[in-house]
């Protein structure tokens, strides 16, 4: 077998991270072969299987962009305006994300987003092999090992291995073998469950379509984000162990999909009425783990580098997971055509993605806690509707957090370092303050000026 060209790369993964690399790549005029453990899903039934969505924000669509996906993609998404907010008294209320509909996210269907993302991939000449699991690698004669459901291992040379192949990656394992990667990785102590709200008789959306919805409860929510075939997923996010005392459930006394239909008749009783499966969807779907992972080295020299999940996975509560990992490949692609030695390029990569991957980790963390306990509590929506005038106000120097991290290009790292300083602000100017009316606009507008230099402009266009 002859060893490839010097253009050529392998990625592991065809998932949303691999199909984007891919064609990024493969536009560029790189010789691309992608590996994928699973089967091709395109050619699975024509059914599309258990709805399982993804909120879409600018960074993910940038990245689009240029793969030319966005048309496709858009095609089936569905917009999300705020966070559609449902107290335990029963009352609603929309939060928005943005200024107007220019500030929304997409709600996108998973498998739905990998199938077109690999047409355009194998369109843009990127050459895609299912049924191949990456299974080990010989670094040093640059051989890798993979294997399908015929029980054959296939040998097979490469000049580098990219690393897309999700959060428990192969290479990675792989690469670890070969250099440490400070890998550690952070469990938390709740875990979700996924369940449907279908259509209504008449086909329609049963609930309102543009938003995400969220029934807070303190330290466990629910979450429900619509599809385009007039369906909700919903995901149940629960303590793994109860705190009886407390009055919170947990994946220990919520076993069986009678015991989830009780707590949601009890704590979440609007949407139990539109779950009519609620037993059997909890009963036959899998209970996820969520974690964050962090490793101090994404890259062996200039053979093998990892990006997305594999390199960072992060924790769902920020939508921001494959958004990164886009972003990721965006710059990977960039950092690749920049220079031809790779491990430079790679190096240059880790240097420019990692301090960002571990902002979007910590502030996916922090969103946990803001999702499931403050967005019903009284001092964080007087800081949120101080948020909102603020940004009317210093356009330029006040952009709430939310907004850096979802609709700018901004790198993570800045919108983690500024939101601080602007989340000080905010407690401080509100402290003492019911409604923002007895505010002091001279004195608001000094401190904000004072605090905040002018937004730093987006590093990359859009
Ligand atoms: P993956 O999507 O996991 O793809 C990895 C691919 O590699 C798969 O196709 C897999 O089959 C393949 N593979 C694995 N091992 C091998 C091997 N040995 N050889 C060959 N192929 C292999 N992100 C958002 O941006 N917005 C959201 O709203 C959002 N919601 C989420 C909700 C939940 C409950 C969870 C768990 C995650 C969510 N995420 C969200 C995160 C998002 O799913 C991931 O960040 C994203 O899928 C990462 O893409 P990836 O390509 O790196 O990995």
Redesign the pocket.
């Known amino acids: 077998m002859n060893p490839p060209n010097d253009r050529h790369l392998t990625i592991?993964?065809?998932?949303?991270?691999?199909a984007v690399l891919a064609t990024l790549l493969a536009r560029r005029g790189w010789d691309v072969e992608v590996?994928?453990?699973?089967d091709d899903p395109r050619k699975r039934d024509l059914e599309r299987g258990r709805s399982i969505n993804?909120?879409l924000a600018e960074r993910?669509r940038n990245a689009l962009r240029q793969a030319g996906a966005d048309e496709a993609v858009m095609a089936q998404a569905v917009m999300m305006r705020g966070r559609m907010v449902h107290f335990a008294d029963g009352r609603t209320d929309l939060q928005r994300y943005g200024r107007d509909d220019s500030e929304v996210i997409w709600s996108v269907h998973r498998g739905e987003l990998n199938r077109i993302l690999l047409d355009i991939a194998e369109r843009a000449g990127a050459r895609l092999h299912f049924d191949l699991?990456?299974q080990s690698v010989d670094f040093d004669n640059r051989i890798a090992h993979y294997g399908g459901r015929d029980g054959q291992s296939r040998a097979i040379p490469f000049r580098t291995l990219i690393g897309?192949?999700?959060?428990?990656s192969?290479l990675r394992q792989a690469m670890a073998a070969e250099t440490d990667l400070r890998e550690r990785s952070d469990f938390l102590d709740h875990s979700?469950k996924e369940l449907e709200i279908p259509p209504s008789p008449g086909g329609d959306f049963l609930i309102e379509p543009n938003a995400l919805h969220i029934w807070p409860r303190g330290r466990y929510m629910c979450i429900a984000l619509p599809n385009d075939e007039q369906t909700f997923t919903v995901?149940l996010f629960l303590p793994n162990a109860a705190d009886p005392e407390a009055g919170v459930p947990g994946f220990d006394t919520i076993r069986t999909g009678a015991d989830a239909r009780a707590l949601f008749d009890r704590e979440f009783p609007d949407a139990s009425a539109l779950i009519p499966r609620l037993e059997q969807d909890f009963d036959g779907n899998p209970t996820?783990v969520l974690g964050t992972l962090y490793l101090d080295r994404w890259h062996l020299d200039g053979r093998a580098v990892l990006v997305?999940?594999?390199a960072h996975a992060m924790v769902?509560f920020h939508?921001?997971?494959?958004?990164c990992?886009f972003e990721d490949c965006v710059a990977l692609a960039e950092h690749l055509d920049r220079t031809a030695d790779r491990a430079t390029a790679f190096a240059a990569f880790q240097a420019e993605r990692l301090p960002n991957a571990r902002a979007i980790q910590h502030m996916a963390l922090e969103n946990y806690l803001e999702m499931r306990d403050r967005v019903d509590d009284d001092d964080y929506l007087i800081q949120r509707a101080l948020e909102r005038l603020l940004a009317e106000r210093h356009p330029d120097r006040f952009v709430p957090r939310y907004a850096m991290v979802t609709f700018r290009h901004i790198p993570y790292a800045v919108a983690l370092e500024r939101g601080n300083i602007q989340r000080e602000l905010l407690v401080e100017l509100t402290r003492g303050h019911q409604r923002l009316d007895t505010l002091d606009w001279d004195s608001v507008d000094a401190a904000v000026r004072a605090r905040l230099a002018s937004l730093p402009g987006d590093d990359r266009p859009a």
């Open positions: 592991i993964g065809a998932g949303l991270a691999g590996y994928e453990k699973r993804l909120a993910g699991g990456l897309a192949d999700g959060a428990g192969s979700y995901t996820g997305g999940d594999a769902p939508g921001q997971g494959m958004n990992a």
